[in-house]
């Protein structure tokens, strides 16, 4: 069953000059253990579909539903808050915070406790390779493979069903990227998460169960893979 659908989705907006329809009639679907593709080139509109999957944008036409409801009938800040979390490629890490610190935000806006907070964001942080001798180190101090991470599992921790991530190896090595890569598909397939990865690497989105071809706005085609 689909846990997030985009249904006939068109997004618009108006520059100084022009009118500029970026997406044009998307309909997609997206289940929980299955990682996603959305592959174009720049200006495609991909990373504005992941804007309206995200709740961060409202569709001109169309509607993005969560769990069968529309995200423009719910709170989508507490929809970002609980049920999807977004990845972004400039990371997001508050600098004057600890990894340890930058995981736990999001929990502490859930209000829990500050001993259930630790343990959630130090389990998330091992999980994804970041060892106990850099909990509290501040971005600056971690390489960006590791900065990365970080932001992974600061949306590990907060138990999102959804993972949403843009361009997440945009900045690493090959190395790195490889690494980054595998921890969101673990995600998917052995967490039971519905991972959507925005990118123009093909080789990554060839390790993803579905990819979809974007361009000009349009959703060309969806590839099993």
Request: net charge negative; charged share 25%.
């Amino acid at each position: 069953m689909e846990i997030l659908t985009a249904k006939e989705v068109s997004f618009s907006y108006i520059n100084r000059f022009q009118r500029v329809d970026a997406l044009k009639g998307v309909s997609c679907g997206f289940e929980t253990g299955k990682a996603y593709a959305i592959v174009g080139k720049s200006g495609s509109g991909k990373t504005t579909l992941l804007s309206l999957l995200a709740g961060l944008e409202t569709p001109t036409e169309g509607e993005v539903l969560f769990e069968g409801r529309s995200l423009s009938a719910l709170d989508r800040d507490e929809y970002r808050r609980d049920s999807a979390a977004v990845i972004y490629q400039s990371l997001n890490l508050f600098p004057l915070l600890t990894a340890e610190e930058n995981v736990m935000f999001p929990l502490k806006l859930m209000k829990l406790e500050k001993d259930e907070a630790m343990r959630r964001a130090r389990a998330a942080l091992l999980s994804v390779g970041i060892g106990e001798d850099k909990f509290k180190r501040l971005p600056s101090r971690l390489s960006g493979g590791e900065q990365q991470r970080v932001a992974i599992a600061r949306a590990v921790s907060a138990q999102s069903r959804i993972i949403l991530a843009d361009e997440p190896t945009g900045n690493l090595d090959i190395t790195n990227g490889n690494q980054v890569v595998s921890i969101l598909l673990r995600l998917a397939h052995e967490e039971g998460r519905c991972v959507i990865i925005v990118t123009h690497d093909l080789e990554i989105a060839a390790q993803t169960d579905e990819v979809f071809m974007m361009k000009d706005g349009v959703l060309e085609r969806g590839l099993q893979v």
